[in-house]
Structures are given as structure tokens and as C-alpha cells.
T-cell receptor, first 114, second 113 residues
Framework: DARVTQTPRHKVTEMGQEVTMRCQPI?????VFWYRQTMMQGLELLAY????????DSGMPKDRFSAEMPDATLATLKIQPSEPRDSAVYFC????????????FGQGTRLTVV | DQQVKQNSPSLSVQEGRISILNCDYT??????FLWYKKYPAEGPTFLIS?????DKNEDGRFTVFLNKSAKHLSLHIVPSQPGDSAVYFC????????????FGKGTKLTVNP
């Protein structure tokens, strides 16, 4: 049963600390997305990659957020330094091509910054 | 400025009846629309979509209607089942279903037995 795996599932950290969220996309999927869900904004696209190359990160706060794909089996989203307003659920999704209808979401990482 | 709006945060219906979830959009460049379903502690899953060249798309109990002139779409679930209880997100794309989706904030549907 292929699925997108995200770790950790929950993270509580203090303001100012670095946070790293990891995602293992479905094997063979070449497009990887990072989304953030908050009560105020709903689901927002932060960044996405195709064949490990970043295509668009315009949804991401550049000063503190960074997203990378060190290899085809791992995508990371880092926040440094973290702030309370970063508290949200972060979802990774992967798909076999550019069509959003074929993207599968992970279970998310619930981040709480205190 | 929200480009995709789901004005009803929640909806409650009886099992067997019709559920109608609504979505409005403001960007006339949107040409592809999708509905996602999300259970607690899980990621969203794709449910059904519609292209702007159509006004209706049906898949089993789920039908999506698109009214381009009103910039409005709706998802109908008939008959509703308790397992349909979830948060439903409307999403739109300006590139024919490509990766850049704009989501609404979701409507929580509760189907009562």
C-alpha cells in the first residue's frame, strides 16, 4: 500500500528553535508538494518540486523557511528560527506528474511553537 | 483576499438525505475545480473534479456542478452516509488542473445516523 510518509507526526518546540519536517514521497512520484493548514488561512501551497528541482516556493516565507530534496526519497522543510505563528499542520504530497488530481497527501506534521 | 470561499464552516444532514456543499470563487482565470475530503488526523484525499468546459460531473454518489457565470460550484452527495462525515475542501486551479491549487477553508460535514 503506497503512501506518503511524514515525520514527525507531532512536534512541540520553543520559539527560536530549528524545526525540520521530513517527507518520504511515494516511490516513482516525481512531484512533491509542501502545504500548510491553519485555521485562519486554510490550506496553502508553500513550495513544490519536480524531479527534485524546486519549481515554486513563492508561498513560503523566505527568511525562515527552506525546502529541499536531498534525494528522490526524501523531502525536507525547515524552519529556522521558529515562531508561534508557524504553528500549523504541514502536509507533504506527492504525485506522478503535474496533475494535482493525482497527488497523494501524507498524514501531516502538527507543529506547535510555544 | 480569499480567491476560493466556502462560506459554511459546517453542515449537518441526516443519513440518506442529500448533502450540498457550496464554494464560490473570484478569480475568472480558474479553469479547473476539485473537491477534497479530509478525515481527522489524515491528509486530504481527492474526491472529484470538473473542468470549466463542463457544468456537471458525476461519480457514483458524488456530483459536482459548476456555474461559471456565478463563479459558483457545489458538491452534492446522494444519499449521504455516516462515513461521509469529514471536512470537504474546494480547490481551484488556473492551469487546467496543475499543481498550483488554491483551497477554500473547508466545510465540516456531519451525517447523522
Amino acid at each position: 500500500d503506497a503512501r506518503v510518509t511524514q515525520t514527525p507526526r507531532h512536534k512541540v518546540t520553543e520559539m527560536g528553535q530549528e524545526v525540520t519536517m521530513r517527507c518520504q514521497p511515494i516511490l516513482g512520484h516525481n512531484t512533491v508538494f509542501w502545504y500548510r493548514q491553519t485555521m485562519m488561512q486554510g490550506l496553502e501551497l508553500l513550495a513544490y518540486f519536480r524531479n527534485r528541482a524546486p519549481l515554486d516556493d513563492s508561498g513560503m516565507p523566505k527568511d525562515r523557511f527552506s525546502a529541499e530534496m536531498p534525494d528522490a526519497t526524501l523531502a525536507t522543510l525547515k524552519i529556522q528560527p521558529s515562531e508561534p505563528r508557524d504553528s500549523a499542520v504541514y502536509f507533504c504530497a506527492s504525485g506522478p506528474d503535474r496533475w494535482a488530481t493525482e497527488a497523494f497527501f501524507g498524514q501531516g506534521t502538527r507543529l506547535t511553537v510555544v | 483576499d480569499q480567491q476560493v470561499k466556502q462560506n459554511s464552516p459546517s453542515l449537518s444532514v441526516q443519513e440518506g438525505r442529500i448533502s450540498i456543499l457550496n464554494c464560490d470563487y473570484t478569480n475568472s482565470m480558474f479553469d479547473y475545480f476539485l473537491w477534497y475530503k479530509k478525515y481527522p488526523a489524515e491528509g486530504p484525499t481527492f474526491l472529484i473534479s470538473i473542468s470549466s468546459i463542463k457544468d456537471k460531473n458525476e461519480d457514483g454518489r458524488f456530483t459536482v456542478f459548476l456555474n461559471k457565470s456565478a463563479k459558483h460550484l457545489s458538491l452534492h452527495i446522494v444519499p449521504s452516509q455516516p462515513g461521509d462525515s469529514a471536512v470537504y475542501f474546494c480547490a481551484a486551479s488556473a492551469q487546467g488542473g496543475s499543481e498550483k491549487l488554491v483551497f477554500g477553508k473547508g466545510t465540516k460535514l456531519t451525517v447523522n445516523p
